[in-house]
């Protein structure tokens, strides 16, 4: 380091500098041009004659590279050289170009560049997923909208109130022949009675088919049902016997014995008994 980066340096560090960052333990560097984003010696692009930087443009990555022998051209101050989208060749390109720059500047770039690409391939993949799409809302406008949407219908309403009132003075004859209504208006309810009249013209005639349908198949049942009763009156009167045959006569009953009784008379009785040969004792 030369005596006038050290001087910048001591002015920049003791003094006030527009990129410092204060916090608690650490002061942070916001020049874009700051390798590791520290404010301290090593790393500040302003107390530093030669320096080396890694930025990202647009998505590609660029090598930005100050020299002593440029300082007194301040708008050529940083040479910029593209590095290609590869990433190991993007890592020898940088090696190549920093060879005889200090070792801290070589490691602390390579770390950049890694983290650079690291970064970019998320944000590729990121942009394939699909996500979500915050919009703002305005209560305003649609609120207004609203407004808007509540006349129009109010507005509709009357325009059909007024052409249902017309349709229907047209129709008992009010003003005669003489009518001034808006030829177009006049059309479009001319033309949705119309197609009111065939759709209902379509809905009887659809209605008569149905019924038509119907009928027949009511007759077809009929006759299907006549047939099936002349068929079982014809298997009846087959099975029946014919009428000049006699009708069978009932099986004889067998006879069963009659009970006999035996009666005993008193002496004068018994005498009379004696007296007629036919008195007999029987048993069962």
């Not at 190549?96 to 390579?110: C, D, G, I, S």
């Not at 207004?144 to 309403?157: I, M, N, P, S, T």
């Not at 177009?184 to 659809?206: P, T």
């Amino acid at each position: 380091m030369s005596i006038n980066d050290e001087l910048i340096w001591q002015s920049l560090n003791g003094h006030f500098c527009s990129f410092k960052a204060k916090v608690q333990r650490n002061n942070f560097c916001r020049n874009e041009q700051n390798v590791t984003g520290l404010c301290n010696k090593s790393a500040c692009p302003l107390a530093n004659s030669r320096y080396a930087t890694i930025r990202e443009l647009d998505g590609r990555c660029y090598l930005m590279i100050k020299t002593i022998e440029r300082a007194h051209l301040p708008n050529r101050l940083w040479q910029k050289i593209k590095l290609p989208r590869n990433y190991t060749a993007a890592l020898a390109k940088v090696t190549e170009e920093l060879e005889h720059f200090p070792k801290f500047l070589q490691h602390r770039n390579k770390q950049r560049l890694t983290r650079i690409h690291q970064y970019l391939v998320r944000m590729r993949k990121l942009a394939l997923r699909a996500r979500p799409k915050i919009t703002a809302i305005h209560k305003k406008v649609e609120r207004r909208e609203d407004r808007r949407e509540v006349k129009a219908l109010a507005a509709a309403k009357l325009s059909k109130s007024i052409e249902a009132e017309l349709l229907q003075r047209l129709r008992q004859g009010t003003y005669g022949d003489i009518y001034n209504f808006p030829e177009m208006n006049y059309a479009e309810v001319l033309d949705r009675e119309g197609e009111v009249d065939q759709k209902a013209a379509a809905e009887e005639s659809d209605a008569e088919s149905e019924e038509e349908r119907l009928v027949e198949f009511i007759e077809a049942a009929e006759d299907d049902e006549s047939e099936d009763e002349l068929e079982l009156a014809a298997a009846r009167v087959d099975d029946r016997p014919s009428e000049l045959s006699p009708p069978p006569k009932p099986p004889a009953r067998a006879q069963k014995p009659r009970a006999r009784v035996a009666i005993e008379y008193d002496d004068d009785e018994s005498e009379a008994e004696e007296e007629s040969p036919a008195a007999t004792a029987m048993a069962f």
